[in-house]
């Protein structure tokens, strides 16, 4: 039998490979443990993120964002029904938008994400589930037996030991996650390959083995750091990581520092979620 030797790598376990140890989880997640410790998160002068320790007991991470398939199967099991599926509308944005532009469009939930006639979820499994409200990811997660992370939970994991402003350093690199190429979204230059979502896991890992922190869609997370009012924290839900839509130009949150904001209830086609598991 081949002898598997652990170490602690940067705080997550690693084998003596270098390869992250992964964990199966329920529905087919795959899930990296986060090690007891105390991290260092934030950036010095930060305006929103400062400098802080944070110190954790432990926790498992999935190593991807929630795909439609793993969605599909809470649905089937459940008979849940999304709150944009109650409504009857979402908001919807893509190439041709004006910055910042989201529309209204009939029909869009996480079935059809860009409404009934754009992409049909069902045809892309391994895609991020989007078009869902932090209620609606609270649901899933609580099916599952797990939960959406806390602020400095997901910064923990999706640093992975990194100072820098990305998993890979302090300069962006399109090829390295799904963000929009272009000077503004009339036109994507496709550089990274993709124009909407991209399929979990197309992009190079962080250290420890978690995709997509950084792009892709922007991840749901538990708590509300300290410059938001106690009132605003009781009708908005954070996001960390950016996504699709993010570019230097508009919402440009595609870090590990910032932190994204919206109504619970509300759903866009670039709003998905990992989840954690307690140890």
Known sequence: MKRIVFAMLAGSLMAADGEAVKQDGPNGHKLITVPAGTYALGSKGHPTNPA???????????????????????????????????QGWSLIGGEGSAEWEWRRMDGANWRHPFGPQGPDAEKLPDHPVTQ???????????????????????????????????????????????????INHLKNTREDGYVLTSPVR??????????????????????????????????????????????????????????????????????????????
């Open 52 to 86: 802080h320790a944070f110190k954790t007991s432990g926790f498992r991470i999935a190593d991807c964002e929630t795909t439609n398939a793993q969605f599909s199967r809470f649905v089937a099991a459940t008979g849940y029904v999304t709150y944009a599926e109650k």
């Open 132 to 182: 869902i409200s932090g209620e609606d990811a609270r649901a899933y997660c609580k099916w599952i037996g797990g939960r959406l992370p806390q602020l400095d939970e997901w910064e923990t994991a999706a640093r992975a030991g990194a100072t820098t402003r990305y998993p890979w350093g302090d300069t962006y690199v399109p090829r390295c996650a799904n963000t929009w190429n272009g």
């Open 202 to 279: 197309s992009y190079p890992p962080n250290a420890w083995g978690l995709y997509d922190v950084i792009g892709n869609v922007f991840e749901y997370c538990e708590g509300h750091p300290a410059w938001m009012s106690a009132e605003e924290a009781k009708r908005k839900i954070c996001g960390r990581g950016g996504s699709w839509w993010c570019s230097d130009h508009c919402c440009n949150f595609h870090n590990l520092l910032d932190v994204g904001r919206m109504i619970r209830t509300a759903s866009l086609p670039n709003q998905g979620f990992r989840v954690v598991f307690d140890l």
